[in-house]
């Protein structure tokens, strides 16, 4: 008789620790969402215009400018507004937040 009763004892330990795991794996595969970084060197070359557009400095203007056209210095000043297929990338890619 005392061996049974052990018996029934050490299965229903078994299921305890049985449901208890279960509970644990559970709450261990929800997974959590990981937060993106903004890239710091997109943060000091663009800025998000009102509309949500994205606005940079003009390229090609660094060194070499003696060999350029009177013309092509003039319509290099200030920024411009980028392409809507770079506006995506730089969005999705380098700056998660800037659209929210």
Same mark, same amino acid.
């Given at each position: 008789?005392?061996?049974?009763?052990?018996?029934?004892?050490?299965? *229903?330990m078994?299921?305890?620790?049985?449901f208890s *795991?279960?509970?644990?794996?559970?709450?261990?595969?929800?997974?959590?969402?990981v937060?993106?970084?903004?890239?710091?060197?997109?943060?000091?070359?663009?800025e998000?215009?009102?509309? !949500?557009?994205?606005?940079? !400095?003009?390229a090609?203007? @660094?060194?070499?400018?003696?060999? @350029?056209?009177?013309?092509?210095?003039?319509?290099?000043? !200030?920024?411009?507004?980028?392409?809507?297929?770079?506006?995506?990338?730089?969005?999705?890619?380098?700056?998660?937040?800037? !659209?929210?």
């Open positions: 008789m005392l061996k049974k009763s052990k018996a029934r004892k050490k299965s *229903s078994k299921a305890r620790t049985k *795991s279960s509970k644990r794996c559970k709450a261990a595969s929800v997974e959590k969402l937060d993106r970084k903004t890239k710091s060197s997109a943060k000091k070359r663009f998000i215009t009102k509309n !949500g557009h994205v606005k940079a !400095g003009q090609n203007k @660094r060194h070499n400018m003696r060999k @350029r056209s009177k013309r092509q210095i003039r319509n290099q000043r !200030g920024t411009t507004i980028l392409p809507h297929m770079e506006e995506v990338r730089i969005l999705k890619n380098y700056m998660p937040y800037a !659209g929210v």
